[in-house]
């Protein structure tokens, strides 16, 4: 019976968790004056408040240079969505694992999530389309927003970013990320979110060009990437 009374305890605390972050969402599509923020500022179309909270910051941060320092990355500064936010450690051999993990991302997979590796949540179909595009936000400096699904729960439709992070010009050692559910989970803290399925995504905020900005060193790891292609800054690929 007590485990039973922790078990509800528990489960009405991450849906807490949960509906606090959707009440943030509707509060911050709008200003001050409580008119419609534009949605797609600085050209990201992103979906999710936290999600776009996230890229506006690290754009912020990053000024001229094709990625902000881990360093520069101040928790006080994106608190309302810092427990939707991750960073990964760009370590293709051990499957990059987290190195911080927010609260309410470790609520919707029912589990701590730090030194777990990020590849270990999506699906075998989806794996080495997730392996490939970390290592393009690692090579190429420039983030990625994608929609993902959850198997289980079969409804968990969510939205994604991951960006680079420098250290010493380069940009293959740490990655920010978030990562939110579109809609409140009606399942959370009673099924644990497993499965990741990618669905489409577009590249955003690609580097600078132009007088005092630095080159992005390139990286010395075997990753598995495909370049060549396109990117514009805050667009499509």
């Given at each position: ?130 392996r490939d595009l970390l290592a393009i936000v690692a090579d190429e400096a420039v983030g990625v927003v994608a929609s993902a ?89």
């Amino acid at each position: 019976m007590t485990g039973e009374r922790r078990g509800r305890r528990g489960s009405a605390a991450a849906r807490a968790l949960l509906i606090g972050a959707h009440r943030l969402e509707k509060t911050s599509a709008l200003s001050r004056t409580g008119t419609a923020r534009n949605r797609q500022a600085g050209g990201a179309p992103m979906k999710h408040s936290s999600i776009r909270e996230v890229f506006d910051y690290w754009n912020e941060r990053r000024g001229r240079r094709p990625a902000p320092e881990r360093a520069d990355i101040e928790p006080a500064a994106i608190r309302r969505v810092l427990a939707d936010t991750f960073i990964l450690a760009f370590e293709p051999g051990r499957g990059h694992p987290f190195r911080v993990a927010g609260t309410r991302l470790c609520a919707l997979f029912g589990r701590e999530l730090k030194n777990e590796p990020f590849l270990d949540l999506w699906s075998g179909a989806s794996r080495d389309q997730v392996r490939d595009l970390l290592a393009i936000v690692a090579d190429e400096a420039v983030g990625v927003v994608a929609s993902a699904a959850g198997a289980s729960p079969a409804d968990a439709a969510l939205e994604l970013v991951l960006l680079p992070l420098s250290h010493r010009g380069r940009t293959d050692a740490r990655l920010l990320g978030a990562l939110a559910p579109r809609e409140p989970p009606a399942w959370i803290g009673i099924h644990a979110l497993a499965g990741l399925t990618l669905g489409t995504h577009r590249y955003v905020g690609g580097p600078l060009s132009g007088p005092g900005v630095p080159p992005v060193v390139p990286p010395r790891h075997d990753g598995r990437i495909r370049h060549g292609f396109v990117v514009y800054d805050g667009g499509q690929s």
